[in-house]
């Protein structure tokens, strides 16, 4: 059931995000340009429409999209055989035309397939390459752009060879304005008197005290300064003309080539997919255990991707950094995500000669934490405890993220889940049924022998239609097997938004391995309660009924 939203109610929380995530954004903006060999602004143009367009026309809360480094290889070889950049906007404008249509088509529904495990896999692989990244931006080597996520370089080594090869070009002054950074950051959520100061971000004291001890030491004459090679480059447009040359239209001569389509067919698959992963992704940060309607968010993608084709930007996607960076930052809403793409556009027409002041050190030191909130030692030791089942697609899909890429991790993780649920189904037959209901009734949702992560969409539907004060009841007499995603799913309608819409729910017949009846202490509208317990106390009752019954009749003779 769907709400109204108030995209100003959460201000307070959502302008220090989206300043944060714009922080973070723009070198990553840039820096995917440089990499696909496009114009530098087209990275930026990307990341005013994913923040502005699609995120007022996308119902996730969280999400933040723009050019993603998934994309760049593509795009890449895509402007080399075309020819032109302007042709590849064709190219660009088709694949959001197909976007457009695969949301029409309810394409978006094939991220409920998706298994809780390979999502966590792919955040905590993406969290290992943002830290190792990082590291040598954070010593004050910039050989790779900014958003590089690839583990083989182009040159022949890979991220650890890089790493080791930084090692001989140590700045001293990154590494203060590094540690500086981290320090500012690491107090800033722990000292109580700073923490009272929400509209001012950690992230943006470290910038401006990294900018201004750079600037020290600049104008010190200090042999410890960073130089402009490890600094924000952003162009700066001087005349009228320069702002006329950032604008680029497509070359729509080019639809006639079915070169350009296949580009565009690509783009749409590639960039679609990695959005619904970021999507399950996102859903899977929020405290507030929201659900994004995958279909809108792929027209939103559609919608983002023509705009930003028509005016001269990359494709984009929705991207796990930023957004990641905007959950960690504390945003309440999809607001966060506007507020970034507007922080952007004023960046390039106000303040450009200001950001280029930024050390990549300082922004290292932000996406560290990042990345350590993404791949928390604790959350391996968790799957760990949940067993090999799912601790082995987890693992699989990180060092499947960190060593191929996204989409070969996830696919990876997937694959040996699926095996895992075929040799399940060989041992136990498979059943879900749903009652009818109307508002007030009870409803009641009797769960198979078996309910593997191939059943969470029919049930997140379910759950998802369910109205303002009802009465629910989610049987598991039967049920042998209940995959952590379907419990991850049913734990969060119970506790969360049971509370918020007056919902009164009875969980029957859960095992005690599936750790569902603690929550009837903590929430008062769950009631759990075991079915053969029920069972007999139920049967006592008859019992006790006849037996009154019959001393009755004998009475009366």
Same mark, same amino acid.
């Given at each position: 059931?769907?709400?109204?939203?108030?995209?100003?109610?959460?201000?307070?929380? &959502?302008? !220090?995000?989206?300043?944060?995530?714009?922080?973070?954004?723009?070198?990553?903006?840039?820096?995917?340009?440089?990499?696909?060999?496009?114009?530098?602004?087209?990275?930026?143009?990307?990341?005013?429409?994913?923040?502005?367009?699609?995120? *007022?026309?996308?119902?996730?809360?969280?999400?933040?999209?723009?050019?993603?480094?998934?994309?760049?290889?593509?795009?890449?070889?895509?402007? @080399?055989?075309?020819?032109?950049?302007?042709?590849?906007?064709?190219?660009?404008?088709?694949?959001?035309?197909?976007?457009?249509?695969?949301?029409?088509?309810?394409?978006?529904?094939?991220?409920?397939?998706?298994? @809780?495990?390979?999502?966590?896999?792919?955040?905590?692989?993406?969290?290992?390459?943002?830290?190792?990244?990082?590291?040598?931006?954070?010593?004050?080597?910039?050989?790779?752009?900014?958003?590089?996520?690839?583990?083989?370089?182009?040159?022949?080594?890979?991220?650890?060879?890089?790493?080791?090869?930084?090692?001989?070009?140590?700045?001293?002054?990154?590494?203060?304005?590094?540690?500086?950074?981290?320090?500012?950051?690491?107090?800033?959520?722990?000292?109580?008197?700073?923490?009272?100061?929400?509209?001012?971000?950690?992230?943006?004291?470290?910038?401006?005290?990294?900018?201004?001890?750079?600037?020290?030491?600049?104008?010190?004459?200090?042999?410890? $300064?960073?130089?402009?090679?490890?600094?924000?480059?952003?162009?700066? !447009?001087?005349?009228?003309?320069?702002?006329?040359?950032?604008?680029?239209?497509?070359?729509?001569?080019?639809?006639?080539?079915?070169?350009?389509?296949?580009?565009?067919?690509?783009? $749409?698959?590639?960039?679609?997919?990695?959005?619904?992963?970021?999507?399950?992704?996102?859903?899977?940060?929020?405290?507030?255990?929201?659900?994004? &309607?995958?279909?809108?968010?792929?027209?939103?993608?559609?919608?983002?991707?023509?705009?930003?084709?028509?005016?001269?930007?990359?494709?984009? @996607?929705?991207?796990?950094?930023? @957004?990641?960076?905007?959950?960690?930052?504390?945003?309440?809403?999809?607001?966060?995500?506007?507020?970034?793409?507007?922080?952007?556009?004023?960046?390039?027409?106000?303040?450009? *000669?200001?950001?280029?002041?930024?050390?990549?050190?300082?922004?290292?030191?932000?996406?560290?934490?990042?990345?350590?909130?993404?791949?928390?030692?604790?959350?391996?030791?968790?799957?760990?405890?949940?067993?090999?089942?799912?601790?082995?697609?987890?693992?699989?899909?990180?060092?499947?993220?960190?060593?191929? &890429?996204?989409?070969?991790?996830?696919?990876?993780?997937?694959?040996?889940?699926?095996? *895992?649920?075929?040799?399940?189904?060989?041992?136990?037959?498979?059943?879900?049924?749903?009652?009818?209901?109307?508002?007030?009734?009870?409803?009641?949702?009797?769960?198979?022998?078996?309910?593997? *992560?191939?059943?969470?969409?029919?049930?997140?539907?379910?759950?998802?239609?369910?109205?303002?004060?009802?009465?629910?009841?989610?049987?598991?007499?039967?049920?042998?097997?209940?995959?952590?995603?379907?419990? &991850?799913?049913?734990?969060?309608?119970?506790?969360?938004?049971?509370?918020?819409?007056?919902?009164?729910?009875?969980?029957?017949?859960?095992?005690?391995?599936?750790?569902?009846?603690?929550?009837?202490?903590?929430?008062?509208?769950?009631?759990?309660?075991?079915?053969?317990?029920?069972?007999?106390?139920?049967? $006592?009752?008859?019992?006790?009924?006849?037996?009154?019954?019959?001393?009755?009749?004998?009475?009366?003779?």
């Amino acid at each position: 059931m769907t709400k109204k939203i108030n995209l100003f109610a959460n201000l307070k929380s &959502d302008i !220090p995000a989206g300043l944060v995530v714009f922080l973070v954004a723009l070198p990553l903006c840039l820096g995917i340009a440089l990499a696909s060999g496009a114009p530098p602004l087209s990275g930026i143009i990307a990341g005013v429409v994913g923040g502005i367009v699609v995120g *007022f026309f996308s119902k996730s809360h969280l999400s933040v999209s723009g050019p993603a480094a998934g994309l760049t290889a593509i795009v890449l070889t895509a402007i @080399t055989d075309l020819g032109a950049f302007n042709i590849f906007l064709a190219a660009g404008l088709i694949a959001g035309l197909i976007q457009l249509i695969l949301g029409f088509l309810k394409a978006g529904s094939i991220s409920n397939y998706f298994p @809780t495990n390979v999502i966590e896999g792919m955040l905590a692989g993406i969290g290992v390459i943002i830290i190792l990244k990082q590291i040598p931006h954070a010593i004050g080597y910039d050989a790779d752009f900014e958003g590089d996520q690839s583990f083989v370089q182009q040159g022949g080594g890979n991220t650890f060879s890089t790493i080791i090869g930084a090692l001989d070009y140590i700045n001293l002054g990154a590494v203060i304005v590094t540690v500086i950074s981290l320090t500012i950051l690491l107090m800033w959520d722990k000292v109580p008197f700073l923490k009272k100061l929400k509209l001012v971000p950690g992230a943006l004291v470290a910038v401006i005290v990294g900018i201004l001890i750079n600037e020290f030491l600049i104008r010190s004459g200090s042999s410890l $300064a960073i130089t402009s090679e490890h600094l924000v480059s952003l162009p700066v !447009p001087e005349t009228v003309e320069d702002f006329r040359n950032i604008i680029l239209l497509p070359d729509f001569n080019a639809f006639l080539d079915y070169k350009v389509w296949i580009v565009g067919a690509t783009i $749409a698959v590639v960039a679609s997919i990695e959005t619904l992963l970021c999507i399950e992704a996102a859903d899977r940060m929020d405290e507030q255990k929201r659900l994004t &309607d995958t279909n809108v968010e792929l027209k939103a993608q559609g919608i983002g991707n023509i705009l930003s084709s028509l005016i001269g930007g990359l494709p984009l @996607t929705s991207v796990v950094v930023r @957004t990641s960076t905007n959950n960690s930052a504390g945003a309440k809403s999809k607001m966060s995500a506007i507020i970034h793409g507007v922080f952007l556009l004023v960046s390039v027409l106000a303040i450009p *000669f200001l950001l280029n002041k930024i050390p990549f050190a300082t922004l290292a030191a932000v996406l560290f934490l990042v990345g350590y909130k993404l791949a928390k030692p604790s959350t391996i030791v968790h799957f760990w405890q949940k067993g090999k089942y799912q601790f082995i697609p987890f693992i699989a899909t990180l060092l499947g993220v960190v060593f191929m &890429d996204l989409l070969k991790g996830v696919a990876l993780g997937i694959v040996i889940s699926v095996i *895992f649920i075929i040799r399940g189904n060989m041992q136990r037959a498979y059943r879900f049924r749903k009652d009818k209901f109307e508002e007030g009734d009870v409803i009641r949702i009797d769960l198979a022998q078996e309910v593997s *992560f191939l059943n969470k969409a029919a049930i997140k539907s379910t759950l998802i239609s369910i109205p303002e004060n009802s009465r629910v009841v989610i049987n598991a007499e039967d049920t042998v097997y209940i995959a952590h995603d379907v419990l &991850d799913l049913i734990q969060d309608f119970a506790t969360v938004r049971a509370s918020e819409e007056n919902i009164k729910v009875k969980l029957k017949g859960f095992k005690k391995a599936y750790e569902l009846d603690d929550i009837n202490d903590e929430n008062n509208h769950v009631f759990f309660e075991n079915f053969e317990e029920e069972r007999i106390r139920k049967q $006592a009752r008859q019992d006790y009924n006849q037996c009154i019954a019959v001393l009755g009749k004998k009475k009366t003779n």
